[in-house]
């Protein structure tokens, strides 16, 4: 199993310019995340998603859209690039083990890609 | 809302040393909790989680961490540290059934010879 992979590794970007950020599971994860993360901020989550076809804001998601048309992919546009969307952004995916008695639901860790770090001139 | 906490953006241990990192969380239901490390120029790995099993949690590479309600804490610590721990290490809560984490800053690991 590759896990989580991210495409492109590298980008620059000029302001203005658009470009989308393509993340890819292989191991039928349920939920897929966005995240962000820069110097003494930790990560911040961009969008996250439950499932195919439904999407969900996190803390920080202007300037972002994304799409999952299908459950392995997960992708982050950026219609119009800004030096603050300068970064290093991760894709992570996880699963869900939800009960509905809640002594037996289990919360289960993100796996986590590469990272796309992008800069915008 | 939960929030993670990590005391020290920075630390430095020598090589042999105890490692510690602090982890305070706020939560108005049991947490679950996380401590991934990140090396240079790569994404997050799991290192140990909390699931509310055991309050002493084992993880990988001689890491293990301490779930303390009375504290809220669950601090991460290592025996004796090696050159190879030199990365960032980052604690996570979730609630929600596993839908959001909430990322701590992160605290860098240095290990000096």
């Given at each position: 199993?590759a896990g989580v992979?991210q495409?492109?590794?590298?980008?620059?970007?000029?302001?203005?310019?658009?470009?989308?950020?393509?993340?890819?599971?292989?191991?039928?994860?349920?939920?897929?995340?966005w995240?962000?993360?820069?110097p003494?901020?930790?990560?911040?989550?961009?969008h996250?998603?439950?499932?195919e076809?439904?999407?969900?804001?996190?803390?920080?998601?202007?300037?972002?859209?994304?799409?999952?048309?299908k459950?392995?992919?997960?992708?982050?546009?950026l219609?119009?690039?800004?030096?603050?969307?300068?970064?290093?952004?991760?894709?992570?995916?996880?699963?869900?083990?939800v009960?509905?008695?809640?002594l037996k639901?289990?919360?289960?860790?993100?796996f986590?890609?590469?990272?796309?770090?992008?800069?915008?001139l | 809302?939960q929030?993670?906490?990590?005391?020290?953006?920075?630390?430095?241990?020598?090589?042999?040393?105890?490692?510690?990192?602090?982890?305070?969380?706020?939560?108005?239901?049991?947490?679950?909790?996380?401590?991934?490390?990140q090396?240079?120029?790569?994404?997050?790995?799991?290192?140990?989680?909390?699931?509310?099993?055991?309050t002493?949690?084992?993880?990988?590479?001689?890491?293990?961490?301490?779930?303390?309600?009375?504290?809220t804490?669950?601090h991460l610590?290592?025996?004796?540290a090696?050159?190879?721990?030199?990365?960032?290490?980052?604690c996570?809560?979730?609630?929600?059934?596993?839908?959001?984490?909430?990322f701590?800053?992160?605290?860098?690991?240095?290990?000096?010879p």
């Open positions: 199993n992979t495409t492109p590794k590298f980008r620059v970007l000029k302001t203005g310019q658009s470009m989308t950020l393509l993340c890819a599971q292989d191991m039928n994860h349920e939920y897929m995340y995240y962000r993360q820069d003494g901020m930790g990560l911040r989550l961009i996250y998603s439950v499932g076809g439904t999407t969900a804001k996190g803390e920080v998601p202007d300037g972002y859209n994304v799409s999952r048309l459950k392995q992919n997960f992708l982050l546009g219609e119009s690039a800004a030096p603050s969307q300068t970064s290093v952004y991760f894709c992570a995916s996880s699963y869900s083990s009960r509905t008695d809640p639901r289990t919360y289960n860790e993100q986590f890609g590469p990272g796309t770090r992008l800069t915008v | 809302a929030s993670v906490t990590q005391l020290g953006s920075h630390v430095s241990v020598s090589e042999g040393a105890l490692v510690l990192l602090r982890c305070n969380y706020s939560s108005s239901v049991p947490p679950y909790l996380f401590w991934y490390v090396y240079p120029n790569q994404g997050l790995q799991l290192l140990l989680k909390y699931t509310s099993a055991a002493l949690v084992k993880g990988i590479n001689g890491f293990e961490a301490e779930f303390k309600k009375s504290e804490s669950f610590t290592k025996p004796s090696h050159m190879s721990d030199a990365a960032e290490y980052f996570a809560v979730t609630l929600n059934y596993g839908q959001n984490f909430v701590g800053p992160g605290t860098r690991l240095s290990v000096l």
